[in-house]
């Protein structure tokens, strides 16, 4: 695995973590619930009736929201 850069993007801390077969963008925007659905390249939060979009990279495949820390999951 390697952690590249992390960046304080707002009020929430941004990592990526690459892996052999895929790699992770991981976003931690503090304590609450909502959801996160990736549509063409972009990735929607929502939480707290606010709505958030943020481009993703290329190959992004899956995305999900566990205590207010957004997963995207990307193959490749």
Known sequence: MTESSETLR???????YDYDAESLVVAD???????????DGTAIVVA????????????ASRAFMT??????????
Do not use: S
């Not at 707002?10 to 990526?16: A, I």
């Not at 925007?29 to 549509?39: F, H, I, R, S």
């Not at 207010?68 to 193959?75: D, H, R, W």
């Open 48 to 59: 707290y009736g606010d709505q958030a979009e943020f481009d993703v990279p290329e190959g």
């Open 67 to 76: 205590n207010g820390v957004v997963t995207v999951e990307v193959e490749g």
């Open 10 to 16: 707002g009020d929430g801390l941004v990592r990526r």
């Open 29 to 39: 925007l503090g304590p609450v619930e909502g959801t996160v659905d990736l549509v």
